[in-house]
């Protein structure tokens, strides 16, 4: 068996102690999750990560309906843990999630050793480019109802801070900054009261 190995990174602006509980909480999955793979958790309850926790989910890989099973073979948070596959449709697959506190934030190191039925070859041809479109579409964390809403909300503060600097110049900047903050969210796609593990409805 041949493994392969694929390596991507992103780095996040906040620190490492609110990164990580969000990469970590496996309800979060779902919202990780390409669109296209139709992520379904079905393990119960909460879901308290620690090293040997299994996690059992349903997904569509090229159409394909599959159950998956992960085990939680390391744990050590807020730094690193790594996840195996035991049932799936991988010969093997082992990814390690790494989180390097940095200056100006956190960076986000996902580290996946894999093999496939038929050898590289189909690895090559079907994983890879899957893997390469998920590199690009782990960052954002909003459906785009989510980004046209913080667009109307920083039109508000925007608004709302050309009325107010001529009364409250402190008020004034506050409510710019937070509609050039909220613009940033829309336009990434990207929530920070996401990324610090608070759930939103948008």
Same mark, same amino acid.
């Not at 991507?8 to 309800?27: K, Q, T, Y």
């Not at 190191?109 to 390469?132: H, M, N, S, T």
């Not at 909003?142 to 608004?159: D, K, M, T, V």
């Given at each position: 068996?041949?493994?392969?190995? #694929?390596?991507?990174?992103?780095?996040?602006? $906040?620190?490492?102690?609110?990164?990580?509980?969000?990469?970590?909480?496996?309800? $979060?999955?779902?919202?990780? /999750?390409?669109?296209?793979?139709?992520?379904?958790?079905?393990?119960?309850?909460?879901?308290?990560?620690?090293? @040997? +926790?299994?996690?059992?989910?349903?997904?569509?890989? +090229?159409?394909?309906?599959?159950?998956? +099973? /992960?085990?939680?073979?390391?744990?050590?948070?807020?730094?690193? #843990?790594?996840?195996?596959?035991?049932?799936?449709?991988?010969?093997? &697959?082992?990814?390690?999630? *790494?989180?390097?506190?940095?200056?100006? =934030? /956190?960076?986000?190191?996902?580290?996946?050793?894999?093999?496939?039925?038929?050898?590289?070859?189909? @690895?090559?041809?079907?994983?890879?480019?899957? *893997?390469?479109?998920?590199?690009?579409?782990?960052?954002? $964390?909003?459906?785009?109802? =989510?980004?046209?809403? %913080? @667009?109307?909300?920083?039109?508000? #503060?925007?608004?709302?801070?050309?009325?107010?600097?001529?009364?409250?110049?402190?008020?004034?900047?506050?409510?710019?900054?937070?509609?050039?903050?909220?613009?940033?969210?829309?336009?990434?796609? &990207?929530?920070?009261?996401?990324?610090?593990?608070? %759930?939103?409805?948008?």
């Amino acid at each position: 068996m041949r493994i392969s190995s #694929f390596e991507s990174e992103i780095c996040l602006p $906040n620190g490492v102690d609110l990164i990580f509980p969000f990469f970590a909480d496996a309800r $979060n999955l779902q919202v990780l /999750t390409p669109p296209w793979l139709e992520f379904q958790m079905l393990t119960k309850g909460p879901i308290l990560m620690h090293s @040997g +926790r299994l996690i059992d989910y349903r997904l569509r890989i +090229r159409g394909i309906p599959l159950r998956w +099973r /992960t085990r939680i073979d390391v744990w050590d948070p807020p730094y690193r #843990f790594v996840d195996s596959q035991l049932k799936g449709p991988y010969s093997f &697959w082992r990814h390690e999630h *790494l989180f390097v506190p940095e200056r100006t =934030g /956190t960076r986000c190191i996902d580290q996946v050793q894999y093999a496939v039925p038929g050898g590289p070859w189909v @690895g090559r041809l079907l994983v890879r480019p899957d *893997l390469e479109r998920m590199k690009t579409l782990i960052v954002p $964390n909003l459906q785009s109802e =989510g980004r046209w809403a %913080r @667009g109307a909300i920083a039109l508000i #503060f925007g608004a709302i801070a050309f009325v107010v600097i001529p009364f409250s110049r402190r008020l004034g900047l506050i409510l710019f900054l937070a509609a050039i903050f909220t613009v940033f969210e829309a336009v990434r796609g &990207w929530c920070v009261l996401r990324a610090c593990g608070i %759930r939103t409805q948008i």
